[in-house]
């Protein structure tokens, strides 16, 4: 039986208009700016932690100092907290998340936000859709040891929750929440929500337990005998 729900924040329980191209646009002009080689980043290809490893990487080949390294990491840690931050006002909340939340909090289940997205971003968020106080715990950008989809994520947010890997799952619209479940050996459930469709998930084939939206959820776990 579950006692616990990880969920991921965007397009999961709300959408929100984050242009994250834009974004990454920005993020690779920056450190190009800063002498990474022109045309190795791509906005459209990496994720925003995949553009940071290879600029880590980089560094180190570089022996980049230390200050500039932060100096960097930070005028791009802004950028990213901007962007979130700028999208607050016009975010909404997938049709019956906070019901489909509601009704599993009665059911005493512990529930955790783990979001790449800026800490503040997500409280914002789960505010405005008043479902902030339902959540044990939330976690976001440079808030476990390791991102989203590194086992550290979520073992982390087990270890605060004070939950087993079998006692908990993982939901999400996106491959990388689906990868973070599988390499830390918990359930995972995927929700078709993601503004990608099906080219959320590798080779466009969904996870074993796919929902139309996160509404479908406590049904789902009951019907399944996950939950009671």
């Known amino acids: 039986m579950l006692k616990g729900i990880i969920f991921d924040l965007d397009s999961t329980l709300i959408q929100a208009q984050i242009?994250?191209?834009?974004?990454?646009?920005?993020?690779?002009?920056?450190?190009?700016?800063?002498?990474?080689?022109?045309?190795?980043?791509?906005?459209?290809?990496?994720?925003?932690?995949?553009?940071?490893?290879?600029?880590?990487?980089?560094?180190d080949k570089d022996a980049k100092s230390r200050d500039e390294?932060?100096?960097?990491?930070?005028?791009?840690?802004?950028?990213?907290?901007?962007?979130?931050?700028?999208?607050?006002?016009?975010?909404?909340?997938?049709?019956?998340?906070?019901?489909?939340?509601?009704?599993?909090?009665?059911?005493?289940?512990?529930?955790?936000?783990?979001?790449?997205?800026?800490?503040?971003?997500a409280l914002k968020a789960l505010d405005k859709i008043n479902a902030l106080n339902f959540f044990d715990v939330v976690l976001g950008r440079n808030e476990t040891p390791e991102p989203k989809p590194y086992r550290g994520a979520i073992d982390h947010t087990l270890k605060l929750i004070g939950l087993e890997r079998g006692e908990v799952a993982m939901i999400g619209d996106h491959q990388i929440d689906r990868d973070s479940a599988s390499n830390s050996g918990t359930m995972f459930i995927g929700v078709a929500t993601g503004?990608?469709?099906m080219k959320s998930w590798a080779d466009q084939t969904p996870p074993e337990h796919f929902l139309p939206s996160v509404k479908e959820l406590p049904g789902y776990l009951v019907e399944r005998g996950f939950i009671k």
């Open 19 to 59: 242009d994250f191209v834009e974004m990454k646009k920005h993020m690779i002009r920056l450190l190009e700016e800063h002498g990474h080689p022109e045309g190795e980043l791509s906005p459209t290809e990496q994720t925003t932690v995949q553009i940071m490893e290879c600029a880590r990487e980089a560094w």
């Open 69 to 121: 390294c932060q100096t960097i990491t930070d005028t791009i840690e802004g950028i990213m907290n901007k962007g979130e931050l700028d999208a607050v006002v016009d975010l909404h909340e997938i049709e019956g998340a906070c019901e489909a939340i509601t009704e599993l909090k009665e059911k005493g289940l512990k529930l955790a936000i783990l979001t790449r997205s800026h800490h503040e971003y």
């Open 195 to 197: 503004r990608r469709g």
